[in-house]
């Protein structure tokens, strides 16, 4: 990992513990996974928001007063609203995606579960999805959380990447491999 990577995962790592400490002090776990997934959809879905947290043009005023007027307009907890606005005063909503990361890491743990990162060709069924959990529930041998992202270059099939493992069905992957076993024999 790089050094700067390591620096922020290491701050959002301090900041997620805090508040998920105050989370499960407050019975509020809950409340706090939804607070996540409201954040976790605002940094993929607007580039103002990726802007303001990383942008150095903002002053600590400018951006407390924004992420201050954010939180209040997403419904989001108190602690979570409270930890924001002290990340913008403190210079550190650059480290935002890798706290809501480092959040989700210690709900799933504190849940039992563990987090499945599927790429997909194309938008699967319910029961695909269902299935799909049910057999990687099997494999695992604990619940499996499935994050799930579509990427039609894949052509077809699908890859799979719980914890340190990968496995990687998709079409490309095999015609790369068959390129490749043609370049060897030719």
């Known amino acids: 990992m790089s050094e700067p990577a390591s620096i922020s995962t290491g701050i959002a790592g301090r900041y997620a513990a805090a508040v998920f400490s105050l989370a499960q002090e407050n019975n509020a776990l809950s409340a706090l996974e939804t607070d996540i997934d409201a954040l976790d959809a605002a940094l993929s879905d607007s580039a103002d928001f990726r802007t303001l947290i990383h942008s150095p043009l903002f002053t600590r005023e400018q951006q407390e007063a924004a992420i201050g007027a954010l939180a209040e307009k997403m419904g989001l907890g108190a602690t979570v609203a409270n930890t924001l606005r002290l990340m913008a005063t403190k210079r550190r909503l650059f480290v935002l995606p890798q706290l809501v990361t480092a959040l989700r890491g210690l709900i799933a743990r504190h849940n039992g579960e563990i987090t499945a990162e599927v790429v997909v060709a194309t938008k699967l069924s319910d029961a695909q999805h269902g299935a799909l959990s049910e057999a990687l529930k099997k494999a695992v041998g604990k619940d499996v959380k499935i994050k ?31 390129q490749n076993t043609m370049k060897e024999v030719g």
Request: hydrophobic content about 50%; overall charge positive.
């Open 148 to 178: 799930l992202a579509v990427d039609p270059r894949l052509i077809g099939g699908l890859v799979v990447k719980v914890g340190s493992q990968m496995i990687d069905t998709s079409i490309r992957a095999k015609l790369n491999a068959l």
